[in-house]
């Protein structure tokens, strides 16, 4: 087991913010830092350090589209969002 992997997944999704950006983007794929920002009803740097902590830990992957990036999860990343639900 690589645990600096395991560690990086840990740090991902040691916020409420990065769980709740998380459950999002499993509801509404392809969404944009501002979308989600918007959504979420937080600052736009908050969103973007938040996902960029997200993509570090390979939670969600980024696709460019002309001036936007559009944020998806990763299939660990939706592993990691269905293990979480159980502990709910």
């Known amino acids: 087991m690589n645990w600096r ?3 990086r997944i ?3 999704v040691a916020n409420h913010r990065r769980l709740e950006i998380m459950d999002l983007l499993q509801r509404k794929p392809e969404l944009s830092v501002e979308e989600v920002a918007d959504i979420l ?3 736009f740097k908050t969103a973007s350090e938040h996902i960029r902590r997200l993509a570090i830990a390979d939670l969600l992957i980024k ?5 936007f990036v559009r944020q998806k999860l990763t299939s660990r990343g ?4 269905k293990f979480l639900r159980i502990l709910e």
């Open 5 to 7: 992997s395991t560690e």
């Open 63 to 67: 696709r460019y589209e002309g001036n």
């Open 41 to 43: 009803k937080i600052n």
């Open 78 to 81: 939706q592993s990691i969002l």
């Open 10 to 12: 840990t740090k991902g």
